[in-house]
């Protein structure tokens, strides 16, 4: 059963918007430490963003002003507002939970930039 499902991702114009969500279940969710990562083609995994359980965030360089991390807890989902898109912005994006020793990670969403 997967615990982490993402949804959200598709196709989407330069300068346009993307919200993508990550659906946790089996998990005690609000004590996990939630991460954003992508991978590009032929690139490695790359962090995009984290929150903390206590809702520390923190950003790639190359996202920080345009994306923005948040949580739910009461419906154990993680979110990525994407705004101001690029075409450098297209991968596939990862949902992961973490904490301690306990890890697990979604199967993956695409986003694609292009005009």
């Known amino acids: 059963q997967d615990k982490l499902v993402e949804s959200g991702g598709g196709l989407v114009q330069p300068g346009g918007s993307l919200r993508l969500s990550c659906a946790a279940s089996?998990?005690?969710?609000?004590?996990?430490?939630m991460i954003w990562y992508r991978q590009a083609p032929g690139k490695q995994r790359d962090l995009v963003a984290a929150?903390?359980?206590?809702?520390?965030?923190n950003y790639a360089d190359s996202v920080k002003g345009r994306f923005t991390i948040s949580r739910d807890n009461a419906k154990n989902t993680v979110y990525l507002q994407m705004n101001s898109l690029k075409p450098e912005d297209t991968a596939v994006y990862y949902c992961?939970?973490?904490?301690?020793?306990?890890?697990?990670w979604g199967q993956g969403t695409q986003v694609t930039v292009s005009s």
């Open positions: 992961r939970a973490n904490w301690g020793k306990n890890d697990y």
């Open positions: 089996g998990i005690i969710f609000r004590v996990y430490t």
């Open positions: 929150i903390t359980s206590g809702g520390n965030t």
